[in-house]
């Protein structure tokens, strides 16, 4: 590893915008399998390098499908609302 945003040694890593430039930002969500992490530099004669480059594996997501979660939700308040109906119930003498 060359540097690393969490390293203090290494902070001017961090984006800085400077006027005249138009900088974009992309946050995928991208399927599970492998993927390629890489660094570049663009030197200014237009050269493209790769300083670093790592592989990341994306693990398939844990836990249930959006479809059981809500039905769930809607199970758990049905019977909160059934609960505060009934113990809301005049008292029979």
């Known amino acids: 590893e ?4 969490e390293d203090v040694s290494t902070s001017g890593l961090l984006a800085k915008e400077y006027a005249g430039h138009e900088y974009v930002y992309v946050d995928q969500l991208v399927q599970p399998g492998t993927w390629s992490y890489r660094v570049l530099c663009r030197y200014r ?49």
């Open 45 to 93: 004669n237009g050269e493209v390098q790769v300083v670093d480059e790592k592989d990341v594996i994306i693990a398939n997501q844990d836990g249930v499908g959006n479809i059981v979660a809500f039905a769930g939700l809607g199970i758990a308040l049905l019977i909160g609302l059934v609960g505060a109906f009934l113990s809301d119930s005049a008292p029979t003498a």
């Open 2 to 5: 060359v540097a690393s945003y």
